[in-house]
């Protein structure tokens, strides 16, 4: 399956430097930070991202997903995914969340990387899916996500364990273009720096291109 990722230096050498960094901590460390469970006889993580479980070796960073009906695994194929999840392994920690939603404004430095997500993700967003309800609703409920109520069709999704993200769409007509919404569960601002959910975003859109070619 191809996620359109750059298979190039400027994604190796981050995943080469977490990698590195993911190979010298101590995994119940890991695991009391992030939150995802690990079995210290297998030597696995157990994680989850947009409804598939994958289950992730250390110290080695293997990743193989369970048996389910998705049939997209963005974690074992796509380069940003798992650069995204050694990051966070390495570095972040889980958050509570107080169920609120946010912008990409209101994250920390978002006003700085904003352009950069207004064109990365909502617009290639809103472009893909305004005028493709019915596909984006299809592609939603195979993945598991719950109908909202916002714009004229969205969709929250479970990015990872207590990890929200919305998607929203007004749909384009003969005067007005489809325009989209991102909005993200606040816990992603204690977790995540605004560059990172660029990268969530991408990774999203990128499932949803996966999972069109898969059930149209």
């Known amino acids: 399956m191809n996620f359109d990722y750059a298979k190039d230096s400027k994604e190796q ?4 430097h977490y990698l ?15 939150g995802f469970p690990y079995d210290k006889e297998k030597g696995l993580f157990t994680v989850h991202l947009m409804g598939t479980t994958y289950l992730v070796s ?3 960073y293997e990743i193989h997903h369970e048996e389910d009906s998705m049939g997209v ?7 940003n995914a798992k650069i995204l999840i050694a990051r966070y392994m390495a570095e972040r920690h889980a958050a509570p969340s107080s169920g609120k939603f946010i912008t990409y404004h209101e994250v920390p430095w978002g006003e700085v990387y904003f352009r950069q997500f207004q064109g990365r993700c909502l617009m290639r967003f ?8 019915e596909m984006f609703q299809k592609i939603m409920e195979h993945l ?8 004229d069709c969205s969709y929250k999704l479970e990015f990872m364990d207590n990890l929200f993200v919305k998607f929203i769409l007004w749909a384009g007509d003969d005067e007005f273009p489809p325009s989209s919404q991102i909005l993200f569960s606040d816990n992603f601002a204690a977790s995540f720096a605004a560059e990172d ?18 059930l149209s």
Do not use: C, H, Q, W
């Open 73 to 79: 695994y963005p974690l074992e194929e796509a380069m």
């Open 126 to 133: 809103a472009f893909s899916y305004g005028n493709k309800l």
């Open 144 to 151: 598991g996500a719950e109908r909202s109520a916002e714009g």
């Open 20 to 34: 590195e960094a993911y190979k010298d901590l101590d995994p119940e460390e890991i695991s009391e930070r992030t």
């Open 13 to 16: 050498r981050p995943y080469e």
């Open 197 to 214: 959910l660029a990268v969530v975003g991408d990774i999203s859109i990128n499932m949803m291109k996966a999972l069109e070619k898969k």
């Open 58 to 60: 250390f110290p080695d």
